[in-house]
């Protein structure tokens, strides 16, 4: 896994590393990780320690990376000697050569080559530093003129390269002529290699053998095998994948960083989603057979280059979501409680001492429709969603109703605090639900509700309102909402005494 530190990292980022991760691991090989940073310029402050922050919630930290390993630094920018010793041994073999082409140079050559209609780059009789005399060179050296180095590709014009790709099969592209920069400006302090050589030493050095990237890396195959070659190197496997998508109204296109917050593994880590359920999806979508398979059954299944389709997967969220719920509902109370006090920690601190105040009463409330039952609630996809999904059970997080509040469907103030004062002044914390509940239907008879929505709907005016209003009287009361959990269940885990502050409350 070789991410640039130019910014978060994408969920692509994570797709690629689980990829490479279940290939290594299954062959006996080494997965690891290096951090591509000779683009300085573009350099994020922060991104690294994002990767390692982003890989360690994901559970895919790297078997090497930097301070971890027998082939480091695992980062570009503290291998510049290394590089620069192979720059020097293909000036010597005369396989790469001093370019000291200026900006307006370069820019006249591509203006030129447009005018001409010809393929534009740096090439043939257009590589105008390629066939310099020596002593030309030498004297812009001894004047300290910027230079580049420009790898000499031995490509003719028009000539064909193919090669196999693990995912595509045999795919055949025109090879690189173009003499690509290899070592950048000279006047810089950092001496940095691009990208396209940068990798072919590491890749050499670091024993690769298979490298997992994206497919907008095949167009550069090409000059990749030419780099190997020229250095002796063996080149290795490449599979490159396809990009996540994103439907859009009328087409898809590729999940972006700019458009998109779901592209960044922020956006996951934030909402709290369970790791182990982005992953679930994640292998859904290298893999379309793992998706039919549980959890479980699916981790111990392998992931297989050959299944990795060329259109790019799509990203839904809501499918995301689905996923989520089903794999928390599996999940104990101990479990889940553990799982958000750490994401609470990072991301939602005020509800941490919540938490360690009355860990009793959270497992309670994530056992009510859950424990025991062969449908579990599956209102809790993600960590985020605990406080609106439970923040009711606890005092520290709920606020009081009053007899006026919009969510009591309009019923009037004077109705709401006679029913409430009632329930207070008779209330019995009963065991049996049907007893339970029966508290609220023998009210809801003397304060003139109808027995039945359908009773009162056919005589609206001579009734407040029907044995679901003042059910709904008592729910809102007791958990600020209109939808919640069974309500004896709910009051059950509340205790008498929050019962009857919070249904007080409604009676003032």
């Known amino acids: 896994m070789a991410p640039s530190p130019t910014g978060s990292v994408h969920i692509g980022g994570i797709y690629v590393a689980m990829i490479d991760r279940d290939l290594a691991r299954r062959s006996g090989g080494v997965y690891l990780l290096r951090v591509e940073d000779t683009d300085q310029s573009r350099e994020v402050k922060g991104a690294v320690e994002q990767f390692g922050h982003a890989f360690a919630y994901f559970g895919l930290s790297a078997d090497e990376q930097e301070g971890r390993g027998e082939y480091g630094p695992y980062q570009q920018s503290a291998r510049q000697e290394i590089y620069l010793a192979y720059v020097r041994e293909l000036l010597r073999e005369g396989k790469a050569y001093f370019c000291f082409a200026t900006e307006t140079e370069l820019a006249d050559i591509r203006r030129r080559q447009e005018a001409l209609k010809v393929p534009t780059g740096y090439y043939g009789d257009w590589a105008i530093w390629r066939d310099a005399d020596p002593a030309d060179v030498r004297s812009r050296l001894d004047e300290g003129a910027p230079y580049v180095v420009r790898f000499r590709s031995p490509a003719a014009a028009g000539a064909r390269r193919s090669f196999a790709d693990l995912i ?175 994401w609470a920690a990072s991301y939602d601190p005020g509800l941490v001492p919540v938490l360690d105040a009355e860990p009793e009463r959270a497992l309670t409330a994530l056992a009510v429709e859950r424990d025991g039952v062969d449908n579990p609630r599956k209102d809790l996809r993600k960590w985020s969603d605990f406080r609106s999904a439970y923040g009711f059970f606890f005092s520290q997080l709920f606020t009081v109703v009053p007899a006026d509040d919009d969510r009591l469907g309009g019923l009037k103030a004077d109705v709401v605090r006679a029913f409430t004062g009632d329930f207070v002044d008779s209330y019995r914390h009963l065991e049996d639900p049907q007893e339970w509940f029966g508290q609220i239907r023998s009210l809801a008879a003397k304060h003139g509700f109808a027995a039945t929505p359908k009773e009162y709907k056919k005589n609206p005016d001579a009734y407040p309102g029907s044995i679901r209003e003042a059910s709904q009287l008592i729910r809102v009361a007791l958990t600020g909402s209109t939808r919640s959990p069974d309500l004896f269940a709910v009051a059950r885990a509340l205790g008498p005494e929050e019962v009857l502050h919070r249904v007080s409350a409604m009676s003032r």
């Open 168 to 342: 595509r099969g045999r795919l055949e592209h025109d090879d690189n002529r173009n003499d690509v920069v290899i070592l950048k400006s000279s006047d810089k302090t950092l001496r940095l290699p691009t990208y396209h050589f940068a990798h072919v030493v590491d890749d050499h050095l670091m024993r690769v053998n298979l490298v997992v990237r994206g497919e907008e890396w095949i167009s550069s195959v090409p000059v990749h095998l030419q780099l190997f070659e020229a250095l002796g190197f063996e080149p290795p496997a490449y599979a490159h994948i396809a990009p996540l998508m994103k439907q859009t109204p009328g087409s898809k296109r590729k999940l972006s960083k700019r458009k998109d917050q779901e592209s960044g593994v922020d956006f996951y880590m934030a909402a709290g989603y369970p790791a182990e359920a982005v992953l679930y999806y994640l292998r859904g979508l290298a893999n379309g057979r793992l998706a039919e398979l549980p959890p479980a059954q699916a981790f111990d299944e392998p992931i297989r280059l050959a299944e990795c389709g060329v259109a790019g997967p799509l990203v839904d969220i809501a499918k995301l979501e689905d996923i989520s719920a089903d794999y928390v509902a599996t999940m104990s109370g101990e479990q889940i409680l553990s799982a958000v006090r750490e």
